[in-house]
């Protein structure tokens, strides 16, 4: 008698029952969890985009003093304002390297402007530049202090940055008129720090550059 083909088949297929259905819990679950996934990796993408843009260079800092490079210091130096328009043209300057992004400069900024306002700080002919670093979300002037309008430059090459050894922001670098860097500030700094610098600043370059001019 030949076997019944036709019913051992049918039995080896029966015995392959489909997979039963998943509760929709488990798939709104799993739903919920790749969501979570994708906000962390967003999350940790923005933290490394902001760690790049404020990131510490490991070679290490160019010894103080040092002197700018010619093309960055005539950036700087053709846009820092000073209190009185009666003084040098090429006097030294301070040059506040910040980013529109970073809230702590746009603090420093505020403090800067309220020295220049209430003359809170000895700056006599002591010229300011702010430097930017060029970011497309910032485009305007909205973050920038009315002071400070003409004395902006945005670094677009990294020129500056390069030449004044910009590692964190907010940078305040202390320049003498002929482009030597002789101290540098990192972060929000106290007025009286900022006086101590000012000073030391001016008695590097001289009461005729420095100072403003006597009536």
Known sequence: MLPNIEQNDFQSRGAAAPPPARPA???STRSRAVGALLVGVALL???GSFAWRHRVDPSGP???PFRI???AWRSVLTAAVTADRACPASGPLVVLYVSASCPHCIAELQRWSTLIRTQAAPLGCIGITIVAAPNRANASRAWLPGDFESALVWDHDHDI???LEVRLVPLAVFVTGNGLVISKTVGE????ETARR???LR????PTQGDPPND
């Open 198 to 200: 000012l000073g030391e």
């Open 189 to 192: 700094a106290s007025n009286e």
């Open 161 to 163: 940055a390069k030449t």
């Open 62 to 64: 160019v010894p103080i």
């Open 45 to 47: 993408g923005s933290l």
């Open 69 to 71: 490079a010619e093309r």
């Open 203 to 206: 008695r590097v370059s001289g």
């Open 25 to 27: 819990s488990r798939v």
